[in-house]
């Protein structure tokens, strides 16, 4: 399944339909539909705290990767509603990484693989697997696991 990116997100929440603006609709859409995933792949909730990892797989290279990575909100509100985390706050999330993968051959490909860690086991690969990168005016830690 495809998400909505970031840009259409904004342009849905600019279309007035009465009271209620479309993105309230998609929104509602979205986080069913990844809800009804959750309940038909029959997973166990978590009740610790989780690390998760994106890997979109787009079918082209036109879209900016954070208007891709907005599609998230719709997976981390659907994984609340389905019941496999209790909320998406800093307590139940100790973070995400996002991939972009190469464009997909086939369309049945196109959409986002999520993988859930547990935050306990994801800070010990951190400790392991670190790499400083220099920016001048900042520095950036990225946690790499393999």
Excluded: H
Excluded at 19 to 39: E, L, M, P, Q, S
Excluded at 89 to 109: A, D, L, N, R
């Amino acid at each position: 399944m495809r998400l909505p990116d970031l840009n259409q997100i904004i342009a849905y929440s600019k279309i007035r339909n009465g009271k209620w603006n479309k993105y309230a609709g998609v929104k509602k859409k979205y986080t069913d539909a990844i809800r009804d995933i959750i309940f038909l792949e029959r997973l166990k909730p978590y009740t610790d705290k989780i690390f998760l990892q994106f890997a979109w797989f787009e079918p082209n290279r036109k879209k900016d990767p954070d208007n891709v990575d907005a599609g998230k909100k719709f997976i981390l509100d659907g994984m609340v509603k389905a019941g496999l985390i209790p909320n998406d706050t800093q307590k139940y999330i100790g973070g995400w990484i996002s991939i972009f993968m190469p464009v997909p051959q086939k369309k049945s490909e196109v959409g986002v693989k999520v993988s859930i860690t547990s935050y306990e086991n994801m800070a010990i690969s951190c400790q392991v697997y670190v790499y400083l990168i220099r920016i001048p005016l900042y520095e950036w830690f990225v946690c790499v696991s393999v």
